[in-house]
Structures are given as C-alpha cells and as structure tokens.
C-alpha cells in the first residue's frame, strides 16, 4: 500500500490516544539510560529533547522532517525503545515499511505488551503486503482491553484485509451478476403536461394548451434488469461487458409505452483502494415501438476507499461521460453532451448502515438548433438507513438548474429551468436473491417556457432478483 496522507497519520494518532496517551518508556528503563550522567548536555537529556521534537512534528503531520531528524542520531540511541518506536512510526508513514518493521521488532521484543507498536506494525505489514502478519498482530491488538473506538478501527482494518484477500481469490475467476426486476406503479403526469392553464404567446395572444400538453395520468407496468461480466486481463486489470434492458407498458397513454436497451464494454483498474474505470457504450430508446432517440459515447470514472482506520472518512470519486444523441426523423435534435462531476459516500453509523452520499455535476448539451442547446448543473443527495433486520429505508433529493441558448421563437423567451425531485422509498429482503422495493416520487419543473413547466408524483412497487 503507499505511504498514507497527514490525514492518515492524524487518524493513526488519535487511534494511540484512544488506546491511552502515547507515553513512551521512559529512559530510566533502560540500562543504557541509567548509565548515563545527568548533566545538562548529557545524552540522556539530548535524547529527551530529540524524542520531544519528533513527537511534535509527528503530530503536525511533517513525517519526513521527524524521519530524517531522528536518523541522523539512530547510531547514538538505536536500541533504546522509545527512540525505536518513533523511528519506526516516522519511517512508516515516510513510504518506509520494511524499515519500520525493523525497528518495532526491536521495540517488541523489549516491551511486548507495548500495544500502540503492534499496531503500527501491523499496519507497517499491511503497507509491506504481507497481509497474514498484519491480520495476526492486529488481532492480537484486538484481543486486548482496548476503547471500542480503537476496537472499531482494527476491524475496520481486518475487514479491509478480508476484502482484499477475497478480491485476490477472485482475480482469476470470471465473474457474472445480474438482476431481473419487475413493477407496477402510477404515474400522474406521464406525458409531462403543463401545469400552466394558459399559455402566452410571442405577439401576446393567449391560448389553452391541447389535450395532449396537459397532464395524462396513467397506471404503468414494467420489467428491466442488466447482466454484467468481468472477466480478469491481470492481477489489477479486468474486462468488464454490461447489458441493460427496460420496458414500461402505460395502458392510459399507450403513445408514452417506451423501451430501452444499452450495451456497455471497457476496462477496469484496481491500484489499492483505488478504482478507475472507461466505458464505452451505447442505448437505444423506443418510443411506441419506434426508435426515438440513440446514444452512443464514452463514460470514464475512478473511486477512492478511504483507509479502513480514518472513522467517517468520505469514499469520493470523480466521473466524466460524452455522448452523441441521434433523434431519426428529427435531425434537429441531434446533440453532443458533455458531464463531468463529483461523487462522494460516507457512513454515518456503521451499526445501522446509515449511509450518505451525494453528488455535484454539470455540463453542456449542444443541439444543431440554438434553442435547444443548454448548459446545466445539479447535486443530488441520498441517505439509506437499516430500519430493522429486514428493511432498509432510502430518502433522497436533486435539484438541476438548465440554461438555454436562444429564444423560443413561438413564445419569445429564453428557457430557464429548475428541477426539483424528491423520493421517498424503502426496501425488504426476502431472502438471500429476492428483494421487495416501494417508492413515491415528486418532480416539479419550473421552466420560464410555459409547455415544459410541470409537476409530477409516481409511486411504485417492484420485486428483484438478483443472480
């Protein structure tokens, strides 16, 4: 693993302060020390001195500094345990494993009940790739009396080795997984009518939309799913293919019935707990059995796991996508769009699962026609909790903000609109493969160009398997 960030250190810091202050022998417990004269200039004194300033700068988070103070003197005080400690905890989090195991070999073989050096060296393993001695010292670290904070930390690490162990197993193996999904629902408004009861005009005549711009309530039924294959290149690298289907049946607007398809292949690759994967993909969507719109384009995205020891530590990731949309039969509508945005995940209570995450986006859409061409930006955010053993509840909210271009020649204004959705929405296990989801969901776009200012409520009830 690579050397870890000041963050990172700070965390190992206040893991030794929950699991008592870093008090470190004192000299007088070595024969070394008692040998020694107490004169102001002693070695005794210099080495209190020395093991005072490496601990501070430690503490501030400046490892290299403490590493290379405490090396130039490593010929005068090596073997004494409080020197040796330091050093090893300066050369661990310098990039220096193996180093650092030396030195706290040293350290517990003098002192093996010194229980802030075992785990430092097992998290020195851990960066060295020697996963069992890891495993073994912070398990024994563990089987102490320790604050369950620290407890909660060294499993996180032993989880992470797990995890790490596992994925090993399986880099060889060629994985498949997928789900099959099918729903029933209500949707109030499924044609996007507007809610505007009249609408002005450019020359200021005021008319009443059709029939077929105002909302059409209908019931709906559907079936999805996707299959996804990985298949390893090498120890890091995988070839991953996907599959994702949709259909969704509106028997009181049978005109909205739509289909969707989409095929995705690229490469993944794992470098510690980071993660970055490129796609290439392409959809097809059907809109009453005819083809209304595909896409085709590129998705790139990585994901960052944060240290098992950083205790609400944010797993963050960035992502990026560019896709040409072809419209048959509308050549006009045609366009380029572009995203790139933020991600972020948080685990607020590992006990009861709650989980946050949340997303910050933006991009462009450019059509052949000025008015349909926009900028847009939004966040989204959602959190999931584990009501009890078998359900587990969702909430979430977004908000998109979209620019046009020009104006609408029709009306005279230039389109402005803000999106915002709310869902409400909860989920119970049946077993190890079946899932039984029920959600309702609010949309209300407010656009300056009246046909598209709506709102929308859908609830919906669906069960999954998953293979």
């Known amino acids: 693993m690579a050397p870890q960030s000041r963050q990172t250190l700070l965390t190992v810091l206040a893991l030794m302060a929950l699991m008592?202050?870093?008090?470190l022998p004192p000299l007088a417990g070595t024969a070394r020390a008692q040998a020694m004269p107490a004169s102001r200039d002693s070695p005794a004194i210099g080495l209190e001195r020395?093991?005072?300033?490496?601990?501070?700068?430690?503490?501030?988070?400046?490892?290299?500094?403490?590493?290379e103070r405490l090396k130039r003197e490593e010929h005068r005080f090596i073997g004494i345990v409080a020197f040796d400690y330091l050093l090893g905890l300066a050369a661990l989090d310098t990039g220096y494993p193996a180093e650092a195991i030396l030195h706290l070999e040293r350290v517990l073989i003098n002192q093996p009940d010194f229980l802030q050096a075992r785990a430092e060296i097992a998290r020195a393993y851990l960066k060295a790739q020697e996963p069992e001695n890891a495993r073994r010292e912070f398990q024994t670290v563990a089987a102490q009396e320790i604050p369950a904070q620290a407890r909660r930390i060294i499993s996180g690490y032993l989880d992470l080795i797990q995890r790490e162990q596992t994925r090993r197993q399986e880099a060889d193996k060629t994985v498949w997984r997928g789900h099959i999904e099918s729903d029933i629902g209500h949707d109030s408004n499924a044609n996007y009518g507007t809610s505007s009861a009249s609408w002005v005009l450019a020359d200021g005549t005021r008319v009443l939309p059709l029939a077929t711009s105002t909302p059409n309530p209908s019931p709906f039924w559907g079936v999805s799913g996707a299959v996804e294959v990985l298949v390893p290149i090498s120890g890091r690298v995988s070839w991953t293919s996907g599959l994702r289907f949709s259909a969704r049946s509106y028997p009181g607007a049978s005109a909205?019935?739509?289909?969707?398809?989409?095929?995705?292949?690229?490469?993944?690759?794992?470098?510690?707990?980071?993660?970055?994967?490129?796609?290439?993909?392409?959809?097809?969507?059907?809109?009453?059995?005819?083809?209304?719109?595909?896409?085709?384009?590129?998705?790139?995205?990585?994901?960052?796991?944060?240290?098992?020891?950083?205790?609400?530590?944010?797993q963050w990731g960035f992502f990026a996508q560019a896709f040409d949309m072809g419209f048959p039969g509308l050549d006009s509508r045609d366009a380029r769009r572009l995203t790139a945005g933020l991600s972020g995940a948080r685990v607020i209570a590992a006990r009861s699962n709650f989980i946050?995450?949340?997303?910050?986006?933006?991009?462009?859409?450019?059509?052949?026609?000025?008015n349909l061409s926009y900028d847009f930006a939004g966040v989204r955010v959602l959190l999931s909790r584990s009501l009890n053993a078998q359900w587990t509840g969702q909430v979430s909210a977004s908000f998109e903000q979209r620019h046009f271009d020009g104006s609408d020649a029709l009306f005279g204004v230039r389109r402005e609109d803000r999106q915002t959705e709310f869902r409400l929405g909860a989920e119970r296990a049946l077993g190890k493969q079946w899932v039984l989801m029920q959600d309702v969901t609010w949309t209300r776009n407010r656009s300056s160009l009246q046909p598209n200012d709506y709102q929308r409520s859908q609830w919906r009830v669906s069960i999954r398997y998953k293979f």
């Open 20 to 23: 008592g202050p870093m008090v």
């Open 50 to 67: 020395l093991l005072q300033e490496a601990r501070a700068t430690l503490e501030a988070g400046e490892t290299r500094a403490a590493y």
């Open 356 to 370: 946050a995450l949340a997303s910050l986006y933006g991009g462009r859409e450019s059509a052949r026609t000025e």
């Open 256 to 314: 909205l019935s739509q289909s969707q398809v989409e095929l995705s292949t690229g490469l993944k690759l794992q470098i510690e707990r980071a993660q970055y994967t490129v796609l290439a993909q392409t959809q097809d969507l059907h809109l009453d059995g005819k083809a209304f719109r595909r896409a085709t384009g590129l998705a790139a995205q990585a994901q960052f796991e944060p240290d098992a020891a950083q205790a609400g530590a944010i």
